[in-house]
């Protein structure tokens, strides 16, 4: 195993105090940390992390190490990256490799330092750890009992190779959980990338035309969150059903090339390569802000826009301007990767508290069914679904009532 790649290690104890922040807002996490530390679950076993390398995620580390597990993280994304939390994990005395922004070879190489440590359970946010483990490091794939995918984007990956009937190891789709996309997707990507697009360009949304690409769960809740502050919203979408429910939701319809000409802020958030090219820059309004919400740096084309323009420049702090031969200037928030992490501090704590509880949990049910898990996809188990429910009930000072018994026999027969 390598060592540690910490740049800032004076910071650990500040990386340590937002740890310890998220902590204190993360209870269901902690319920299962202290079950963890108990029951000790994951002793003797190696688990490697790659993730958006932040407060929240490092807490989720943690966690895995406090059920027993020699733990190695690095960072998803260059740019979500936060230093302070790195040293803070190396002082905890987990494995960590990533520095903020880190060049593509370095991520790479980061990576590969992450699986040195021969898991057997992979925690992956987008799928870089699955594919590197399938196309470079195949030697390893013997020692990996599954892996818990995160992202919209890590899913689609995983089911095509089950389709292809090229996946080597289980993967859990925490995405596809109930828990995950319903909190996670909605809530946390409505709220934290409008606090990305706010607090970094620091203009008004009411009033704006903000046009949305992709109505999925993550589409949904930014369309949600942009009505709510006032924005005149259009959506783009190629699913109809989507589109219809776009429809019902009170929001404007239309096709991408009508949409671009009226945007004052544009979204991506389809986790798809190159929705945004060429032909769609030269209609766009002078002053238009472009962000990505999806998943990797490539929903906008970011070549075409690059030879398009006559002029580059800083305007502000994360945003990047590119002035056409009209003089029209594009504004780019974060450099085309996740607007919520490149430019804000991503989710809530407490939205992430659900997910990664999925997270930890899919992992315990990796080792605990090792035997009968078969190379495929697997949906989180129900039962895991409605526990991380029940506990964020719990750790909200919520209860509910439950039916009785008659009841629940009504409802499970056909002669009444």
Known sequence: VQNNIVVAPQLAEQGKQKIEWVKRNMPILQQIEDDFREQQFFRGLRVSVCIHLEAKTAYLAQ????????????????????????????EDGLHVYARYGATPEEMQQYMNYALDLRPNIVIDDGGDLVELLHNERQQLLPEV??????????????????????????VILINDA?????????????????????????LVISG????????????????????GLGANVIVCEV????????????LRVMPLQAAVIQADILLTVTGGKHVIR??????????????????????????????????????????SGFRMADGRW?????????????????????????????????????????????????????????EVARLKLKGSGVSIDELLPQQKAYLESWEE
């Open 63 to 90: 966690v895995f190490a406090a059920g027993g597990a020699e733990v190695a993280v690095t960072g998803s994304n260059p740019h979500s990256t936060k230093d302070d939390v790195v040293a803070a994990l190396a």
């Open 145 to 170: 009992w599954g892996a818990c995918e995160e992202t919209t984007t890590g899913v689609l990956r995983a089911k095509a190779r089950a389709k292809a009937g090229v996946l080597e190891f289980p």
């Open 178 to 202: 109930r828990c995950k996309y319903l909190f996670d997707n909605f809530h946390g990507t409505g709220q934290s990338v409008w606090d990305g697009v706010m607090r970094t360009t620091n």
């Open 208 to 227: 704006k035309t903000v046009v949305i690409i992709g109505y999925g769960w993550c589409g949904k809740g930014c369309a949600e969150r942009a009505k």
């Open 239 to 250: 699913d109809p059903i989507k589109a219809a429910d776009a429809l019902m939701h009170g």
């Open 278 to 319: 060429r032909e769609h820059y030269s209609r766009m309004k002078d002053g238009v802000i472009l962000a990505n919400a999806g998943h990797f740096k490539v929903e906008f084309d970011l070549e075409a826009l690059q030879n398009l323009a006559v002029e580059q420049k800083e305007m502000r702090h994360n945003i």
């Open 330 to 386: 594009l504004n780019l928030l974060g450099g085309g990767d996740l607007v919520n992490i490149a430019c804000a501090d991503g989710h809530p704590a407490e939205i992430m508290d659900t997910s990664f509880a999925l997270q930890a949990l899919s992992g315990k049910y990796v080792v605990q069914n090792r035997a009968a898990l078969r190379k495929d996809v697997y949906r989180v188990p129900d039962e895991i679904d409605e």
